[in-house]
């Protein structure tokens, strides 16, 4: 009986071995999701095409979430945005929608609208220019849209818990480097002209950017 038992058990630990082995040899199977242009606004799974992105010159952002893939960019001279390539409601008072994020089920997107602004050298009192935008669009379809004061342009949006962080510039003479968090300005070390792109980690938000010679980094507005 003894010799039985233990015949059982080698078979056991045997199994657990391979079991683990195969486990761990696994590849892990990863998507790749890629957009830009190519005359027409585009889009990659895996290096594949996918049908081109209906009513757009270019795409510029893109998200997954829960299997469903999200895009923005521009056609047109209007803001657009994608779900699965299907066209959504334009971007009301968009020119261009950079980037875009899925938190909870609601889509959140900055860019930019062209328009008049006050000319920081006048006369005249006024130049063409851009101003800073995010929009919000819920689960259930409802969308706000807001101008993100001082924004000349905003490049880049992260959501965390529930706070929309978004980077981008402004201008004030000459261009200069911005951080928003739920629409309000936020501080961040002057020097920088540009702030392309944010991510929140643990709380801290890191950001990068040029000051048109370098590439330069914040972390939570330090500049590093």
């Not at 071995?17 to 005359?39: D, F, K, M, W």
């Not at 209906?54 to 001279?77: K, M, N, Q, T």
Request: one cysteine or more; glycine letters at 12%; charged letters at 15%.
């Amino acid at each position: 009986m003894k010799n039985i038992n233990k015949v059982v058990l080698l078979i056991f630990l045997i199994s657990c071995v391979v079991l683990l082995s195969c486990t761990i040899n696994t590849p892990l199977q990863l998507n790749v999701y890629i957009c830009g242009h190519e005359g027409i606004a585009k889009w990659w799974k895996n290096g594949i095409p996918q049908p081109n992105l209906p009513g757009g010159a270019c795409a510029l952002s893109i998200y997954v979430y829960e299997g469903d893939v999200y895009i923005c960019g521009y056609g047109g001279g209007v803001a657009k945005w994608w779900i699965n390539g299907e066209p959504q409601p334009d971007l009301t008072g968009g020119t261009e929608a950079n980037s875009i994020f899925v938190y909870k089920g609601d889509v959140y997107i900055c860019g930019s609208e062209n328009k008049e602004i006050p000319n920081p050298s006048p006369p005249p009192a006024t130049m063409a220019g851009k101003v800073a935008k995010r929009w919000k669009i819920t689960s259930q379809g409802d969308v706000t849209e807001n101008t993100l004061t001082g924004g000349y342009e905003a490049y880049s949006i992260f959501v965390y818990n529930g706070d929309v962080h978004i980077c981008g510039r402004g201008i004030s003479g000459a261009f200069i480097a911005k951080w928003w968090k739920n629409g309000v300005l936020q501080q961040i070390d002057s020097g920088g002209t540009r702030a392309n792109s944010i991510f929140v980690d643990n709380g801290d938000v890191y950001i990068c950017g040029t000051d048109d010679t370098n590439a330069i980094w914040w972390k939570n507005g330090v500049k590093q």
